[in-house]
Structure formats: C-alpha cells, structure tokens
C-alpha cells in the first residue's frame, strides 16, 4: 500500500486507486486527474461493473432505491433514476421522474416494456397522458424542411395495422394483411367529413354496407341528400 501526501496537500493511494484533489475538492478512484467531485476511470477492458448502488432490503413496490440529481430536493429542481421491485419479478422496474411528481414519469419493466405516464405499462410502449390541443398525446415533429412519417413493420405474413379501441376494447383496425392490401375494419360506419367555415358536415357515410352522401343514415346501396331527398338504389 502507497500512501503520499504532496506538497499542495492532495492525497493519494498507490498513485491513483484512490486520489484527492484538495485544491478543487475532486475525489478519483482510478485517476489521479479528477475533474469532477466524483471521477471514476476503470481500464479494465474485461469489467462490466465500474459502480453498483445496492439496497439489498428492497421488498416490495413501497420501497424503491432512487439517485436523486438536480439542484436541490424542492418541486421540479431534482430528478431521479431509481428501481422499483415487485411481487411478480417481470414487473421490476427502472424508474424516472421529478421531485414533486406524485407518479413516476417513465419506467422500464424487467419484461422490457416501457410506460410514460403509467407506471404499469401492459405493451412494449404505452403511453398515457391528457389530451393537447392539435396534437393529442403522441405528437411527431418533423425537422424544417423534412417529411414527417410514422413507420409500422413487420413480417409480410403477419401485416400491420393501427388499432382504435374504446375503454380498452378493439373497435376498428386499419391494417396491411398477409396479401399486402390495405383493410380498414369498422365497427360501425366509414364516415368522411369536410369542414367549412369552422363547421363540420358528414358529407359521405359507409353503413352496413350503403353509401350516403349528405346523410349519416343511408337505408339504400346510394343514398343522396338535397333539398328533395332524392334516394337511389
């Protein structure tokens, strides 16, 4: 064991194992040039763990071990990193948020799947939150002078689509099938608006297989709406 003390006071343990910087008040574990308060440096190029935070005692969803960061432990001035246990092991979670929040902002669970806004996500991203005004929950900015799209995959056999439930439960679906055509699955009626005016009108209507125009009721193959409620089949 080497223990030195230069003349400016730093103090050091076999060179740079341990190092302190007491004209900036730096501590280095593995260097002798810490630039920050705490500064670690591992050349082992074979290790996986450079640190470990470990509360064994954690037991169950009350008792999350959290690293706080930020200026201070006041609302909206800190935020943390943390881990949160469960009963149910696949449900172990990373946790992220700010001092002040009565909820986790994200998490991630053992089973990989990621929530912002629930901390009990059900898919590999849910996301839950209150609606904003023309741009709703889950909004995509393209850069200035790019396209913006939204992009679905998957194996050709097995198409991919967009679901549209209500209270959870499947409604509609537009999906690509196994064939590559495009399918829109509807629970009840294909309706296309227009807006005038700031007013919005059914203009055409597809319901238990007939066409309305002007009416969201069509009883016939084609139906037409005007002064003289013309209908044709």
């Keep these: 064991l080497n223990v030195s003390l ?7 343990v076999n060179t740079n194992q341990l190092y302190v910087d007491t004209s900036a008040g730096n501590v280095g574990i593995g260097t002798a040039g810490p630039n920050s308060k705490l500064h670690i440096v591992d050349n082992n190029a074979t290790a996986n763990n450079v640190l470990e935070v470990l509360q064994p005692n954690l037991n169950n969803a009350a008792n999350g071990a959290l690293i706080w960061i930020g200026k201070s432990l006041t ?3 800190a935020g943390y990193v943390g881990f949160t246990p469960s009963a149910t092991a696949a449900l172990n979670r990373m946790t992220f948020g700010l001092y002040g929040q009565a909820a986790d902002s994200m998490v991630i669970q053992f089973d ?7 901390t009990a996500p059900g898919a590999i991203l849910e996301v839950k939150g209150n609606y904003a005004a023309d741009k709703g929950q889950l909004y995509i900015n393209a850069n200035s002078g790019q396209p913006g ?6 194996d050709t056999a097995q198409g991919s689509g967009i679901r549209f439930n209500a209270d959870g439960g499947f409604k509609n679906l537009l999906y690509r099938d196994g064939n590559n055509d495009m399918i829109l699955q509807l ?4 309706v296309f608006k227009a807006i005038s005016s700031g007013a919005v009108s059914n203009t055409l209507v ?3 297989g007939n066409l309305g125009i002007g ?12 002064a003289s409620n013309f209908a044709g089949e």
């Design 215 to 226: 009416t969201t009721g069509p009883q016939e193959k084609l139906t037409l709406a005007s």
């Design 112 to 118: 990989g799947n990621v929530g912002i806004g629930t």
């Design 6 to 12: 230069s003349t400016t006071g730093d103090f050091a």
């Design 149 to 154: 799209y939204l992009s679905i995959n998957a």
């Design 206 to 208: 597809l319901k238990a």
């Design 75 to 77: 609302a909206n001035n």
């Design 187 to 190: 629970d009840q009626a294909l």
